[in-house]
C-alpha cells in the first residue's frame, strides 16, 4: 500500500542519505510513492518509489560535482562571443569595428561574472565536501557508540554520546546553514522527484505539482472556454469525472466512458483534446484511433496485437500500446459505428473492467482513462435541434446499430447542439482572438490586430456550413484574414496596428500603419 511503501522509505532514507552524500526531505519522500503511483503503472510499489528516490539522489549528487547551469551558462555566452570576434576579424567595416567593441564590452563582464561565480562555486563545494566528511565521521562515531555499549565500555560511550557526537552534529549543522544559499544544493525536494518523472513522461514538472482538485474544479470553466455552445454536454462530462476524482464511481472502471453524438464540426473532438489539455496536462496525452480502420474481423489483432508467432507479434497493439505508454490519457475513437462487431468485445471488457490484455499476454489499466467515442450516427436528426422528438429518433438508431450490453457500459450518451447564429459569432471572436495573441508575441516584433463587428458577421456569412459545422471557419480565416495580413506585413503596409474589416462589396479588407 502507499502507507507500507511511505514507511519502508522512510526506513531507507538515512542510507541513501549516506550513500549519495545528500539530504532527503520527508515530502520527497511521500512525492515518489505518490508521483510512481500515479504516473509509472508498469512496476509495482515500493520498488519504483525507490527507484525514484535513487536517482534524484544521484542527479543531485552529479549537479554538485558538475558545473553549475549560471557558469556553464556564463562560459558558453563567452565562448559564442569568442567565434563571433574571430569571424569580424577580416571586416574592416565601420559596423563591425563597432561590434566587436561591444563584444570586448560585453565579454569583459561576462568574465568579470564568471570569476565571482567561480569562486562562490568553489567555496560552496568546499564547504559541502567538508560536511559530507563531518556527516561521515558522524556515521562512525554512532557504530564506535553501538560497539561501547555492546563491549560495556561507558567510559568510551560517554565521551562519543555527550562530547564527540553532539560536536559533528553542531559543525554538520553549521556547514550546512553556510552552504544553503548558493550554486549548489544538496537536498532532494519532492520538485526533485518531480523532474526526474518528468524526464520519464514528458510531463511539466508544474501541472504534475498541482494539486487533482485545483485541476478538477478548474476544469468546468476551461472546458467552456474552448468549447462554445456545447455547455450541457460538458456539465454532464464534468459531473462524471467529479464523482470519479471523489471515489463515488466505480474504482475498477475508467475515469468516464461516453458516447458523443452529433453533427460534424460542433466540438466533439475539441471536448477531448481539452480534456486530455487540462485533466491530463497536454493534448499529446490523447490517443486517437479512427475506426473506420477496423472495418475487418482481422483489424481487432491490431489494437491488442498479434498473437505470438504472427507477423506484428513485437510492435504491441494500437490501443494497448499507447494506453500502456501514457497511462493518464483520453482515449478517442473516431466514428465507432464503422468498428467491426468483434470490436465491441473489447471495448466490453475495457469498459467494465478498466483493463485489457495485449498480444503479450500484459495486462494494460485503462482505470486512469477518459473512453470518448463518437459518432455521426443520427447527425441528420440533430441538425435540426436536440429536442425529445430527434433524441428518440436517434436513439432508435442506436438500438439498431449497437448491443444493448453495450450501451448499457457507457456512462453517458451526450448529445451534441447543432450551432446557433450567436454561438457562430463566438467561435469567428475566439479565432480572430487566437490571431490577435499569436501577433501580439510575435518575434519580430508586437501588431496589435484589432477587427470589426461587420468582419465578424461577414466571415460567419462566407465560412459556415452547417454540413461541415466550424471546421471551415478556420480555413478561411487563413486563407482571407491571415494570408492577406501576412502580404501586408512582408511589404511593410503593416508595421504596428491592423484592422480587420469588411467593405461594402462583401470582401475582408485589411489596412494598417
Known amino acids: 500500500t502507499v502507507e507500507d511503501s511511505i514507511a519502508i522509505l522512510r526506513g531507507l532514507k538515512s542510507r541513501y542519505e549516506a550513500h549519495h552524500g545528500v539530504q532527503i526531505t520527508d515530502d520527497a519522500l511521500i512525492s515518489a510513492v505518490m508521483l510512481s503511483k500515479r504516473y ?43 567565434i563571433e570576434r574571430v569571424s569580424l576579424k577580416n571586416d574592416t567595416s565601420d559596423s563591425a569595428k563597432k561590434r566587436v ?8 563582464e561576462l568574465k568579470e561574472k564568471r570569476d565571482q561565480l567561480t569562486l562562490q562555486w568553489q567555496n560552496q563545494k568546499a564547504v559541502l565536501a567538508k560536511a559530507k566528511q563531518l556527516q561521515e565521521s558522524l556515521d562512525k562515531a554512532d557504530l564506535d557508540l553501538e560497539k561501547a555499549k555492546a563491549d560495556a565500555d561507558y567510559e568510551q560511550a560517554a565521551k562519543l554520546q555527550y562530547s564527540v557526537i553532539p560536536g559533528l552534529k553542531k559543525e554538520i549543522e553549521t556547514a550546512k546553514n553556510k552552504a544553503s544559499d548558493g550554486l549548489l544544493s544538496e537536498v532532494v525536494t519532492s520538485n526533485s522527484i518531480a523532474q526526474v518523472v518528468s524526464q520519464a513522461t514528458g510531463i511539466p514538472v508544474d501541472r504534475m505539482t498541482q494539486s487533482e482538485s485545483q485541476r478538477v474544479l478548474g476544469l468546468k470553466a476551461a472546458l467552456e472556454k474552448r468549447v462554445i455552445g456545447q455547455d450541457q454536454a460538458i456539465e454532464r462530462v464534468y459531473d462524471c469525472i467529479l464523482r470519479s476524482r471523489a471515489g463515488i464511481q466505480d474504482p475498477s472502471r475508467p475515469i468516464g466512458s461516453f458516447l458523443f453524438l452529433g453533427p460534424t464540426g460542433v466540438g466533439k473532438t475539441e471536448v477531448a483534446k481539452a480534456l486530455a489539455a487540462n485533466l491530463f496536462d497536454d493534448e499529446s496525452q490523447m490517443v486517437r484511433i479512427d475506426m473506420s480502420e477496423y472495418m475487418e474481423k482481422y483489424s481487432v489483432s491490431r489494437l491488442i496485437g498479434a498473437a505470438p508467432g504472427y507477423v506484428g507479434y513485437e510492435e504491441g497493439g494500437q490501443l494497448t500500446e499507447a494506453v500502456r505508454r501514457k497511462p493518464y490519457s483520453v482515449v478517442l475513437l473516431d466514428e465507432i459505428e464503422k468498428a467491426h462487431p468483434d470490436v465491441f468485445n473489447i471495448l466490453l471488457q475495457i ?16 482505470r486512469n482513462t477518459i473512453i470518448i467515442m463518437t459518432s455521426n450516427l443520427g447527425s441528420e436528426y440533430l441538425l435540426k435541434g436536440v429536442d425529445k422528438e430527434n433524441v428518440e429518433n436517434v436513439q432508435k438508431l442506436l438500438k439498431a446499430t449497437f448491443k444493448p450490453e453495450f450501451l448499457n457500459r457507457i456512462d453517458d450518451i451526450l448529445y451534441f447542439n447543432p450551432l446557433t447564429d450567436s454561438v457562430i459569432d463566438k467561435i469567428v471572436i475566439k479565432f480572430l482572438d487566437q ?15 484589432t477587427y470589426t463587428d461587420a468582419a465578424v458577421k461577414l466571415i460567419h456569412k462566407l465560412a459556415y456550413d452547417p454540413a461541415y459545422g466550424a ?33 461594402d462589396a462583401g470582401e475582408i479588407v485589411i489596412s494598417g500603419n
Open 101 to 108: 567593441q561591444e563584444m570586448n564590452k560585453e565579454e569583459a
Open 351 to 366: 469498459l467494465d473492467d478498466g483493463r485489457l490484455t495485449d498480444g503479450k499476454g500484459r495486462t494494460v489499466d485503462f
Open 471 to 503: 471546421r471551415p471557419i478556420r480555413r478561411f480565416i487563413q486563407d482571407h484574414v491571415e494570408t492577406p495580413l501576412a502580404a501586408k506585413i512582408v511589404e511593410n503596409i503593416v508595421t504596428k496596428k491592423a484592422v480587420i474589416d469588411a467593405n
Open 435 to 449: 490571431l490577435k495573441d499569436r501577433m501580439l508575441n510575435r518575434e519580430n516584433g508586437p501588431i496589435e490586430i
Open 40 to 82: 509509472i503503472t508498469d512496476r509495482f510499489l515500493p520498488d519504483k518509489a525507490i527507484d525514484l528516490v535513487d536517482e534524484a539522489c544521484a542527479r543531485t549528487r552529479m549537479q554538485i560535482d558538475s558545473v553549475p547551469e549560471p557558469l556553464d551558462e556564463c562560459n558558453r555566452k563567452i565562448m559564442q562571443l569568442q
